[in-house]
């Protein structure tokens, strides 16, 4: 079946600190790859996908690549800001089926 | 910016009471989902419809999860009777067609508490 794994938190970070946040995922298929972002108290938002192997998604200078040799969606950014903190989840979506979440992981900035 | 509108956000209950949840997903968009979040996990997925048609409720708990969606509009979950375990975040998400090719547009969630 599918499924996603990401790392563990809580990761706390100094600002202007290099991140990653791992996720891995099993799937029956092709699937889409996401991450999302939930900032406290609010919903869900689509930080960047990646729709096929080999595409790199970006956003807000966050970046993921699909590899499907490692079936990894790894999530860097570069230099980390306090605006930053939030929980992140990994997902993945195989066209026409349902979305499924990785468990979060949880990033604190510190300046 | 058109947003999935969502409420209450908060919520308290009682045990055996009953609860309703009510989304307004993004004009035009004729998938809607409904989501679980318990605390420190990722959503998982409640129910899906494509208009007014469930195309999805594999995880709903049928004994006493009901979700509608009659004009293919608006929704609403409701939970009767409410268990402690119920206690978690439902989100509701919202998509111009099914499909992972297709965004995920999330509503800011209602938060239940189960006393």
């Known amino acids: 079946g599918n499924s996603v794994t990401q790392m563990e938190g809580p990761v706390t970070l100094s600002e202007e600190a290099f991140l990653t946040i791992n996720c891995t995922y099993t799937a029956t298929g092709y699937p889409s790859l996401f991450w999302y972002v939930q900032y406290p108290g609010e919903g869900l938002q689509l930080l960047l996908k990646?729709?096929?192997?080999?595409d790199k998604g970006s956003n807000k200078g966050f970046e993921a690549t699909y590899r499907k040799e490692t079936t990894s969606f790894h999530l860097e950014k570069g230099s980390v800001q306090v605006s930053d903190s939030a929980v992140y989840f990994c997902a993945l979506s195989e066209a026409g089926n349902q979305f499924y979440f990785g468990t979060g992981t949880s990033l604190t900035v510190i300046p | 910016e058109a947003e999935v509108a969502q409420s209450p956000r908060y919520k308290i209950t009682e045990k055996s009471q009953a609860v309703a949840f009510w989304c307004d997903p993004i004009s035009g968009h004729a998938t809607l989902y409904w989501y679980r979040q318990i605390l420190g996990q990722g959503p998982e997925l409640l129910v899906q419809?494509?208009?007014?048609?469930?195309?999805?409720d594999s995880q709903l708990p049928k004994d006493r999860f009901s979700a509608e969606r009659l004009k293919g509009v608006d929704s609403t979950l409701k939970i009767q009777p409410a268990e402690l375990g119920d206690s978690a975040m439902y989100l509701c998400?919202?998509?111009?067609?099914?499909?992972?090719?297709?965004?995920?547009?999330f509503g800011p969630g209602t938060r239940l508490t189960v006393l």
């Open positions: 998400a919202s998509s111009s067609r099914a499909g992972g090719y297709n965004e995920q547009f």
């Open positions: 419809f494509q208009d007014e048609s469930v195309v999805d």
């Open positions: 990646a729709t096929k192997a080999d």
